[in-house]
């Protein structure tokens, strides 16, 4: 009876995995879709994906940390490209995204003519200040001003010949004070609601490139959103003794922008966090996870090996430094104890058009999961 007990539980428990992770890929699927357009700054994307946000917090019951709006406002600049992202190398027509990007510091412009080669991998027409790069991956990201050249980047596989003529025509639009907004939400404590824990996430991705492209970004960080909200609804369900403290940051990817941002305008008493977990690109860990500061903060570095071993979880629990690759960094040089966690192995898209749903494995997004509930249980013990 017994052992046909434990088979029932242990079946129980599998579905509740399966549930959790289908659950998760809905989510994903939501975030990576067409309507927020990459959540960055063309199409409303960064709006909708913070609206949707907000209600979810607010559908979930999380109280807002000021009032009853979830959102903190701020306004930072950025180059975008909205419109025409016509680009034609050698005579044949490229792709958006998969054939070329243009670099996001690039100014808009309309022209044709012949490329001189500055070296292996770079050509120019002086004229017109086009430059052409041949690139082994097209990794794009975001600037905050165009500069007085357009340089686009091309796939060297693209080529069989060199780069000798070219035929563009390309649209930006400077935005000066682009609106954008963290999303914030609170857990109350139980027991000590005045001490704070608190998961972080960058909500925001590259947005879209011309009218026809889009960066899904499902690992960076559909993923880590998507971890960030199930933790929500697992501490509302199961009420801890710390409050609990939720922030979805945008302008992650134009420099850590939201993050610095909350730092200096904080919602909350920074000198009461106990600890901060940044996630971000949790889709993966066929190789484990690196946990940046692990060496500024050893104790708590050590408690997290300790449970991470103890329970089988990760392959492997890596050990970084200081770091100022994600948005824990500006918590951290205001003396608030943060981690930043990443997953490591699996996909390699990353800040491209092939970073999507379809592909992400999410191999150990139950394990960090309960990593990170356990890790935070440690933490609020008397």
Same mark, same amino acid.
């Given at each position: =009876?017994?052992?046909?007990?434990?088979?029932?539980?242990?079946?129980?428990?599998?579905?509740?995995?399966?549930?959790?992770?289908?659950?998760?890929?809905?989510?994903?699927?939501? *975030?990576?879709?067409? %309507?927020?357009? /990459?959540?960055?700054?063309?199409?409303?994307?960064?709006?909708?994906?913070?609206?949707?946000?907000? &209600?979810?917090?607010?559908? %979930?019951?999380?109280?807002?940390?000021?009032?009853?709006?979830?959102?903190?406002?701020?306004?930072?600049?950025?180059?975008?490209?909205? /419109?025409?992202?016509?680009?034609?190398?050698?005579?044949?027509?490229?792709?958006?995204?998969?054939?070329?990007?243009?670099?996001?510091?690039?100014?808009?412009?309309?022209?044709?003519?012949?490329?001189?080669?500055?070296?292996?991998?770079?050509? =120019?027409? &002086?004229?017109?200040?086009?430059?052409? #790069?041949?690139?082994?991956?097209?990794?794009?990201?975001?600037?905050?001003?165009?500069?007085?050249?357009?340089?686009?980047?091309?796939?060297?596989?693209?080529?069989?010949?060199?780069?000798?003529?070219?035929?563009?025509?390309?649209?930006?639009?400077?935005? $000066? $004070?682009?609106?954008?907004?963290?999303?914030?939400?609170?857990?109350? /404590?139980?027991?000590?609601?005045? #001490? *704070?824990?608190?998961?972080?996430?960058?909500?925001?991705?590259?947005?879209?490139?011309?009218?026809?492209?889009?960066?899904?970004?499902?690992?960076?960080?559909?993923?880590?959103? @998507?971890?960030?909200?199930?933790?929500?609804? !697992?501490?509302?369900?199961?009420?801890?003794?710390?409050?609990?403290?939720?922030?979805?940051? &945008?302008?992650?990817?134009?420099?850590?922008?939201?993050?610095?941002?909350?730092?200096?305008?904080?919602?909350?008493?920074?000198?009461?966090?106990?600890?901060?977990?940044?996630?971000? *690109?949790?889709?993966?860990?066929?190789?484990?996870?690196?946990?940046?500061?692990?060496?500024?903060?050893?104790?708590?570095? $050590?408690?997290?090996?300790?449970?991470? @071993?103890?329970? !089988?979880?990760?392959?492997?629990?890596?050990?970084?430094?200081?770091?100022?690759?994600?948005? !824990?960094?500006?918590? @951290?040089?205001?003396?608030?104890? #943060?981690?930043?966690?990443?997953?490591?192995?699996?996909?390699?898209? %990353? !800040?491209?058009?092939?970073?999507?749903?379809?592909?992400?494995?999410?191999?150990?997004?139950?394990? *960090?999961?309960?990593?990170?509930?356990?890790?935070?249980?440690?933490?609020?013990?008397?």
């Amino acid at each position: =009876m017994n052992r046909f007990i434990a088979v029932v539980l242990l079946l129980i428990c599998i579905k509740s995995f399966a549930q959790d992770v289908d659950a998760a890929r809905k989510t994903i699927d939501t *975030l990576t879709s067409e %309507y927020f357009w /990459g959540r960055g700054y063309t199409n409303n994307g960064l709006k909708k994906a913070a609206e949707y946000l907000a &209600a979810e917090f607010k559908h %979930y019951g999380l109280k807002p940390l000021t009032g009853k709006n979830y959102c903190q406002e701020f306004q930072f600049p950025v180059n975008t490209f909205p /419109g025409k992202m016509d680009v034609s190398v050698n005579g044949i027509e490229l792709i958006p995204g998969r054939d070329f990007i243009i670099t996001p510091d690039s100014r808009g412009t309309k022209a044709k003519g012949k490329l001189t080669e500055q070296d292996s991998t770079h050509f =120019m027409n &002086a004229e017109s200040r086009v430059i052409v #790069s041949l690139e082994n991956k097209l990794t794009w990201s975001v600037a905050d001003k165009a500069q007085d050249y357009t340089n686009i980047q091309v796939l060297k596989s693209v080529f069989k010949e060199k780069p000798s003529s070219f035929q563009i025509n390309i649209e930006n639009k400077e935005v $000066a $004070a682009f609106n954008a907004g963290n999303v914030c939400g609170l857990v109350k /404590g139980t027991r000590k609601p005045d #001490s *704070l824990i608190v998961i972080t996430a960058h909500y925001d991705h590259l947005g879209g490139m011309g009218k026809e492209t889009f960066f899904p970004g499902a690992n960076d960080n559909a993923s880590g959103i @998507t971890l960030l909200l199930n933790l929500a609804k !697992h501490y509302l369900e199961n009420p801890p003794p710390y409050s609990i403290v939720f922030i979805c940051f &945008a302008g992650e990817e134009a420099g850590l922008i939201g993050s610095k941002y909350f730092s200096e305008h904080p919602l909350i008493n920074l000198s009461s966090i106990r600890f901060l977990i940044n996630i971000d *690109l949790a889709g993966t860990g066929d190789e484990g996870i690196t946990v940046v500061n692990a060496s500024v903060f050893p104790k708590e570095f $050590a408690i997290l090996k300790e449970i991470n @071993t103890a329970n !089988h979880y990760l392959t492997q629990v890596k050990s970084r430094g200081k770091a100022a690759n994600s948005d !824990h960094y500006w918590f @951290t040089e205001k003396g608030v104890p #943060s981690f930043f966690i990443y997953t490591l192995g699996g996909i390699k898209a %990353y !800040h491209d058009v092939f970073d999507v749903a379809e592909t992400l494995p999410l191999t150990e997004y139950s394990d *960090l999961f309960n990593l990170i509930t356990t890790f935070n249980s440690r933490l609020m013990k008397p």
